[in-house]
Every structure is written in C-alpha cells, then in structure tokens.
C-alpha cells in the first residue's frame, strides 16, 4: 500500500468511532417522548455540566451520555417526580456529547427523547479564582472587610458583570469580591506606590490581571472608561479612611442603569458615626440622584446605598418588533445624534444559527439582552456586555418569522420562552427555570403547541398551533421566493390569555385559522386577520397559503375579557409574500407584496374597523428581500417600501431614493431609523443624515434593537459569505452620554453612495 493511503478498514473504523452509542428509538416500545420541557444544559464549572427537564406527569428518568464514538454512560433517577436535574462531571472542552433521555411512568410506560447534542465549546463562564492561601494579614480589618463584601453583594440583583473600587487601600474588598462573587474587578488608585503594592498581593492570590485589574489614574484626570460600566461602585479607602478621591459627579456616569449599585460607608471604629454620616452627606451633595433610590443607614457603622433605575426616556425591546403594536419602535428618546462603540465581544457567530432562515430578533428590558443562537439562549447585560448566562436547548428553534411570530418576549422580571409546546418562564438574571404555563385545554393528548406569545401588563396572550406548524429553518432555507412552502402562514386555531401572576386562563376565543403575523395589541385591544374558510379551519396542519387568502376578517377583542369589539369582512389575498398588521393609536395597518411585487397597504380606524385609505405602488428595495419589508412607525409616520407615509390619512411624505445592499427590516427609536444598508447602518430623521459602520453586517431579519437608551446588535450574521469582517455583539451608545468622542475611523458617511449603492450577492 502507498504511503498515506487509507485502506478500506481504516475508513470503516474511523466511521465506527464517530458512531454515537445511544439506546435507539427502535428499542422501545412506546416511541417518542413528547411530553418533555427542556432539557435545558449549563455549566456550573469549567468541567461540570448540569442537565434538567420537565415532565408533565411524574416519571422515573434514565439520562444517556455519551461522547462521539464511545460507549454511552447511563444516570438513573428512580424516584417518580416531574422536575428531573443530573450533574454531569468531567465534561472535556471543545468535545461534542450526544445524550438522549428515557422516562418511564408508574404505569410501566417507557417514553423516549430525540437525540440531542452538547457542544462543551460554548463555556461562557469568569475565570475561576484559584485556590491559594489569603495573602493579607488575618485580622479584625480583614473580617470586617469580608463581612462588608458579602453585605454589599446582597444589593445586587446579578452577581456577574464588573466592580469599580475606587480607592483600593490594600486590595482587601477586591480580593473579596473576587472570591464571593462572579465580578470582575477594576481599582482606580492614584498612587503609584499602592498600585504597585495591591498588584503584588493580588498576584499571590492568582486574581491580578484575570479577575481583578488594577489602574493607576491620576485623581485630577478623567475616568479612563465609557458610561455604564459597573455594575457595583464602592471604595476601600473610604472604609479604612473615610476618603475617596473622586467627587459623585465623576462615578455616577459609569455605574449601570438598571439597579446598578453605589455601596459606601465606614465602619465605627474607625470614625465616629455623625462624622462618617456627614462625610457621605458632603461627598453627595447636591448631585441629581433622582434616577434611583438612596439609603443612609447604620450597620456596626454608617453606610450609604444608592440604586440607579431606568434612563428617564430610555425605551424597550420587549418583543420581535419592539412592542405589541408591531411597529418596530422601542419609542426611546435617548438613541439619537453621532453613536460609539460602547462594548463588543462575545458571543461571536459560532453559537449562532445560519443568518439565512430569518430568525427571531433579541428581546431586551431592565439592562438585559437576551438571545436565541443555534438551540443556545444567551442572557447579557446590555450595558456592559457581560454574558450573565447561556443555556443549550435543543429543542428551542424557530424560523421564517415574516410567516409566523417570535418565540420569546420578556418582561422586566422573567423571560418568556415557547419551546415543546409548552411556555417556560426563566428568571431573566440567573436563566434559573421557574413555571411552565399553558393554556387549560392544552391537555397531555392535545394535538397543538404554544404558537403565538405576548406579554401586556399583567396579561399574557398565546395561541394554540397544530403540531409541527413551526418552521425550524435547519435545512439552508431562504425563505425569500414565491414558493408555497416558504409562503405558507402559520396560523391558530385559537387565542386565549392568561394572568401572569397565576397563569390561570382568563378567556379563549375560537372562530377562524388566525394568521400569527398579523397579531397586534394595543390600548387594551386585540388586532388579528383570520380566514373563516372551512378548508382552513379543518386542515391538519397550521402552515397554509392559498386557503387562508379566502374568507379573510380582521378582528378587535377587548384584551380584558374576550369581547368581540368588531369585525370586519376583508379581501388581504393581495398580500401573498407576507401579511403584516401593525397599530398605532388611531391606526391599523395590513399590509404586504404580491406576486408581482407591488406593495399594497389597507388602514382601517382601530376604533371601529371601517376603512381609512389604502395605498399601492411597486416594490421600490431593487436589491433583494424589498418584496418582504416590515414597517415602522415613528409617531404618525408609517415608514415602509422606502416610502414615508401620514399614518393618518395615507399621503406619500417622503421618498427615499437611496438604495442599500442587502436583507433585514428596519428598527427604530423616535429619532432614528436602524437597518442594514452594507453594514449597519442608522438614519437620522431629524437631518436626513446616513451613516454606517464598517464591517459589521446584521442577519437577515431584524437584530439591531435600541433599548435602554443604547443601540444592541448581537452578531446574527453566521453563515454568510460576503465581506464582512467583524463578526461580533456590539453595543452603541450616544455621544450625548458621557461626552463620548465619535470614532470616526469605523464609522462611514452614508451619503456617498459609491460604497453603499453597489449590489453583492
């Protein structure tokens, strides 16, 4: 045989080892296991992995693991329980694991999983400290210190992101923190000497460098970092003695939105208390602390604690198009003007599904991103980047959104996840699992998953779907030409809601197959195009096309109890690419192209369902996926098919005759519109203004949102083949924040169109 030839047994031994050695669906009885939440698998360190799920009725569970070409190891749970959880050790990096689960009931019934993977790439977890002896002296400091930490930690809602100490002393708090916490840790100290001094104690502790950073800056010169960095500010120095170098003016800028927190204070034998009390009351002083809440209290001491909220103006992105409404604003009055770069990094495009299917867009409330990659769910901290936590689950998968809706929306406390079925509620901090909801006729034997979800106040609206309706998009999908499997909408059979708080079901309602798309709430009413074909309603599937174009109503329920408001009778089979409806006070819009790609709009008054005016014109977008455009209202301005319309009354404001390269729909806030020309791009309303940041390009549907008074674009553009170079999540803050200077060598003028006008495949 010739040198580095493989011969036949060779091959087939390679083929043997790649073989995953999992029970076969074949080797039981009774087949798939359907009635299974989850399973949902996270790190708990570098090496361990926790695995739980649900099950809707109390089962015994067998957990097979196995790495590619080895024997699967199998972990029994024999009690009857319906929440299972094993602890998988001596997880190897970069090794894909296959696993699948098999449950039996108390009846002897054998159910069993699809086979699912674990990638042990995708470990988002701080670097661990080491486990070394305490380099500083043991003493009652010390002890006070380590109290102090502990109290301080209390405070905070996410126990990840960064800590800003300024004043270190010996390095004592930050050596604390670092061990108690999952923080990482920046000392501002102005003198050279302790700088030296903390670093070398640090090193022994085997933090410098990894868990903490220590930064000489002198105490007259400006903070080395960008707004909204930290998420604990607090300083040593003032609890050794009573001083910290920097005035509140300075701090306040880098603490976080959204209850980051300012912890300081000293310890009475140290000071007496009135004067530490004064001291504090002399560093605040008359600074604007009306964005949060404060507490000046006594504890072996006097302290000080502030809390900051919410960015006064700062909107949300809290579903697939910003709002209820579906008008794909987040109506946040701060992200205008010139925009930085804030943070960038993780995660990167190798978690993340191919761009191409048109997935869900990120959702994001309270100072956190949330996230769907491929099969992973990621929460962050909007403001600096922070991953809090990622969970795999392979059973989280939804595509060709323009036909359907997101499968997340999330509230300022939990997150809302449709996955099996079933609604699952994750504490929106921790990712911890909290309920699952479901609607009461959704029984063990019913033939329909969770389709539709939204979250208004204290309400929740869903909608049932027959099974396998949702388009997973695994198999290379476009979804951009006439066909009638990527044409085909997905529909429900009924919408109901529930109480949030209690998850009982207020009210259903059932009368037609309702096109999921164009579901739209707002001022206590509920927006939806059903067709009442018989054909429709009696198919066995939710995806459908030609016969959901028939017998077509567009329907107002009253949001509290489920009354028909009105209906109204109404030809939409000229949306045949799409049908969108979105809403604005007065105002309904449904829209969408036909075959022909001419764009045809109807708006109706949302009072009383009766026609306002309808608008139709060719598709002007010449590159591709113009045919797909969603809207976006700003106030009274429709802004679809690069024409701006009055919302009111339907005349043409505005055309615009610049053409971008390129997928994905717009987003905006109240004063700019975001899509992606070549690369990210942002239009100012106010002055016409383009601009476009260079090497950073978005998915194919919608993934830069501005919320929390920034504009979030988490990578979404894995799988594509054009130039673009950057592939990263990156955050933008306005330069009205912070006296932020504009980076001008990765930004571009968008007005010379020589760049952004060329058309790529």
């Not at 000071?271 to 605040?284: D, F, G, L, M, V």
């Not at 690069?642 to 339907?650: F, I, Q, R, S, T």
């Not at 940041?693 to 993934?703: M, V």
Request: include cysteine; charge should be neutral.
């Amino acid at each position: 045989m010739m040198p580095g030839t493989i011969d036949k047994n060779s091959i087939q031994n390679r083929y043997q080892n790649t073989i995953n050695k999992l029970p076969k669906n074949t080797e039981y009885e009774f087949g798939p296991f359907e009635h299974v939440v989850g399973p949902f698998t996270e790190y708990q360190s570098r090496s361990k992995v926790r695995i739980n799920w649900q099950t809707l009725e109390p089962m015994k569970s067998v957990l097979y693991w196995s790495e590619a070409g080895k024997k699967a190891v199998q972990f029994s749970i024999n009690e009857l329980d319906k929440d299972h959880e094993h602890i998988i050790e001596n997880v190897k990096p970069e090794t894909i694991y296959h696993y699948r689960i098999v449950a039996t009931n108390d009846k002897g019934k054998k159910l069993i999983t699809q086979e699912y993977e674990f990638d042990s790439t995708f470990e988002y977890l701080p670097i661990p400290v080491p486990d070394r002896p305490n380099p500083f002296a043991e003493n009652e400091l010390g002890k006070r210190i380590k109290t102090y930490a502990s109290k301080m930690l209390l405070e905070l809602d996410r126990k990840k992101g960064y800590a800003l100490i300024i004043g270190g002393g010996e390095g004592r708090l930050a050596y604390e923190l670092a061990r108690q916490s999952d923080l990482k840790i920046i000392i501002v100290e102005d003198n050279a000497e302790k700088v030296t001094q903390i670093r070398e104690k640090l090193f022994q502790a085997g933090m410098n460098g990894y868990r903490v950073s220590v930064h000489h800056v002198d105490s007259k010169k400006t903070l080395p970092y960008g707004p909204f960095l930290a998420n604990l500010i607090t300083s040593e120095s003032f609890i050794t003695d009573g001083q910290i170098s920097r005035p509140l003016s300075d701090l306040y800028p880098c603490l976080s939105p959204h209850n980051g927190v300012i912890y300081v204070g000293q310890f009475n034998q140290n000071s007496k208390p009135s004067q530490t009390k004064k001291t504090i009351q002399e560093w605040i002083g008359t600074y604007n602390l009306s964005q949060g809440k404060s507490n000046l209290f006594e504890d072996e001491g006097q302290f000080w604690v502030h809390r900051r909220g919410k960015l006064p103006g700062a909107g949300e992105w809290t579903h697939q198009y910003a709002l209820p409404n579906n008008a794909s604003c987040s109506q946040d009055d701060l992200v205008r003007g010139d925009l930085s770069v804030l943070w960038w990094g993780r995660h990167g495009p190798r978690p993340m599904p191919d761009r191409g299917p048109r997935n869900p867009a990120p959702v994001s409330a309270n100072g956190r991103l949330f996230v769907q990659g491929n099969r992973t769910l990621f929460g962050i901290d909007s403001y600096n980047g922070t991953i809090l936590w990622a969970k795999q689950i392979p059973t989280m998968r939804r595509a060709n959104i323009p036909r359907d809706s997101s499968n997340m929306v999330v509230a300022d406390d939990y997150l809302y996840l449709l996955i099996d079925g079933y609604c699952v509620e994750i504490d929106g901090d921790t990712g911890d699992f909290r309920r699952i909801l479901k609607p009461e006729e959704q029984a063990k034997k019913d033939k329909f998953d969770w389709g539709y979800i939204s979250v208004i106040d204290s309400e929740m609206v869903g909608t049932k779907v027959k099974k396998n309706s949702i388009y997973i998009g695994d198999d290379g999908e476009w979804y951009e030409d006439f066909k009638t499997q990527e044409l085909a909408r997905v529909t429900s059979s009924s919408l109901f809601v529930l109480n949030r708080s209690d998850g009982q079901q207020k009210w259903n309602y059932s009368k037609g197959a309702i096109l999921n798309s164009t579901i739209a709430s707002e001022n206590g009413r509920l927006y939806f195009v059903e067709s009442r074909n018989p054909s429709a309603i009696e198919s066995d599937s939710g995806q459908l096309f030609e016969s959901v174009q028939k017998d077509q109503f567009l329907v107002a329920l009253d949001l509290k109890s489920g009354e028909i408001l009105w209906e109204q009778a109404f030809d939409f089979s000229k949306c045949q690419y799409t049908t969108y409806m979105v809403c604005r006070g007065d105002r309904l819009v449904v829209l969408g192209a036909d075959k022909n790609r001419t764009y045809h709009l109807y708006a109706f008054d949302s009072q009383t369902g009766k026609p306002a005016w309808d608008h139709h014109a060719i598709t002007e977008k010449k590159h591709h996926s113009g045919q797909l455009s969603h809207p976006t209202i700003v106030g009274a301005k429709l802004y679809v098919n690069k024409k701006v319309y009055d919302l009111n009354n339907g005349k043409v404001l505005e055309k615009d005759d610049f053409d971008w390269h390129g997928c994905g729909v717009t987003s905006s806030s109240n004063h700019t519109i975001f899509r992606r020309y070549e690369f990210h791009g942002m239009l100012d309303l106010h002055t016409g203004k383009r601009t476009e940041f260079h090497g950073i390009r978005t998915g194919c549907w919608l993934s830069m949102i501005p919320s929390g008074g920034l504009l979030l674009a988490p990578e979404t553009s894995a799988g594509c083949s054009c130039s673009h170079a950057i592939q990263t999540s990156i955050a933008y803050v306005p330069n009205h924040f912070h006296g932020l200077l504009l980076k001008k060598a990765l930004i571009k003028d968008g007005t010379d169109k020589k760049e952004t006008g060329k058309k790529k495949k």
